[in-house]
């Protein structure tokens, strides 16, 4: 087990198992709403759901209108159990927080590299932790 320290974004606490891409994720036109899919033509993650997942990505790209595709994402189940970014920006953030998707950043190694798709994760966004079980 690794545990590594976190900066909390969006409060709250979900495991499961890590879904992990090097390329920023834009909400809007990229993850279908309604199945948690991405869609995003030459995506790493194209045809992959983050439904259930704790979703590993650098950062957010795009429309701010991507913090209301996430709240979509929470209402229709579709959503990952927790979010970890590199470093997050104002759209994921807000996303985050209004859809109760505990979201942290700034992990102490980075968490693209260090997280492997498969792994089993828990994000502890109430102390600021990431731990690879």
Request: no cysteine.
């Amino acid at each position: 087990m690794i545990k590594l320290k976190a900066h909390i974004v969006s409060r709250g606490s979900a495991r499961g198992e890590a879904l992990v891409t090097s390329s920023p994720i834009s909400f809007l036109g990229s993850v279908d709403p309604k199945t948690g899919v991405v869609i995003e033509k030459g995506h790493e993650l194209a045809g992959k759901s983050i439904k259930g997942k704790v979703l590993v990505f650098p950062s957010g790209k795009g429309s701010t209108v991507g913090s209301y595709v996430i709240y979509q994402l929470k209402k229709n189940g579709a959503a990952p159990s927790a979010m970890i970014n590199i470093k997050t920006e104002p759209i994921v953030a807000v996303g985050a927080i209004i859809s109760g998707i505990p979201l942290v950043d700034r992990v102490e190694k980075d968490p693209v590299s260090t997280i492997k798709n498969g792994d089993k994760v828990l994000v502890d966004a109430i102390v600021g932790s990431v731990e690879i079980i």
